[in-house]
């Protein structure tokens, strides 16, 4: 056993609808610019270009928060509505025909994004984790296992804030679909069980304030409404 010099931080984890055990997280993956029309509004060609991913850290996801606190050295933090996907397994070089195979679950995810700081590390040309990356920047719902939803390739996904409908769309609107995220990423990583792939987000990404209330979901697979403070 190793004897480690201060006590070890806890594993990041995600419950799991209906039972007492959670899923324990090791990676989060996240998608960019997954949906044609967000691509279009961020600025770029729609086209099917080859996926890019960044990354979030474990403990940034926050399920079951009902308060996003509004995260420091920014005036412009805005939200964007995903499809969470947890993986059960993984490997190298998955085939896409196989790729399912690695789904344990879904859930519902916020990627709330400092667009300020991202703005100019996209401008400076480095990375983008200070504007993705920082302390409960993903609030989250509970997983739900494959087993009870099936296979989801399509079904509404949407953000209102304050009662008003911002973010509104189909999981077939995505450009890449699950199984090859899943096949494209092992080309790079060797995906693990405990990894979670933030999928994308549809159009009408904007700023929030504190006081504001978001309130969203997917389509059979749970909703969260967070409060901004």
């Not at 279009?40 to 928060?65: I, W």
């Not at 947890?86 to 070089?93: E, I, N, V």
């Not at 196989?98 to 519902?108: H, K, L, N, T, W």
């Not at 995505?174 to 159009?203: H, N």
């Amino acid at each position: 056993m190793t004897d480690f010099i201060f006590p070890p931080a806890a594993t990041p984890s995600l419950p799991i609808g209906g039972e007492d055990r959670a899923f324990p997280v090791r990676r989060v993956y996240c998608v960019g610019r997954n949906y044609a029309a967000h691509a279009v509004e961020m600025g770029h060609d729609p086209d099917r270009e080859a996926p890019f991913f960044f990354q979030k850290n474990p403990n940034n996801l926050a399920p079951g928060a009902d308060l996003f606190p509004y995260p420091p050295m920014s005036e412009d933090v805005h939200h964007e509505i995903e499809l969470m996907v947890a993986l059960k397994s993984g490997g190298r070089d998955i085939p896409e025909d196989r790729a399912g195979e690695c789904v344990f679950g879904y859930g519902v995810a916020l990627d709330m994004t400092r667009r300020d700081l991202q703005g100019e590390m996209k401008i400076a040309g480095r990375p983008w984790e200070i504007g993705k990356a920082f302390e409960e920047s993903a609030p989250c719902s509970e997983l739900v296992p494959v087993s009870e939803t099936g296979w989801r390739d399509n079904g509404a996904i949407w953000l209102d804030v304050n009662g008003e409908r911002r973010q509104t769309g189909d999981l077939n609107q995505m450009i890449w679909k699950v199984p090859e995220m899943i096949a494209y990423l092992s080309q790079y990583f060797e995906l693990s069980a405990g990894d979670v792939i933030l999928t994308g987000t549809p159009s009408g990404v904007g700023p929030v304030s504190r006081g504001d209330l978001m309130e969203g979901g997917v389509e059979g697979l749970g909703q969260i409404s967070v409060r901004v403070v």
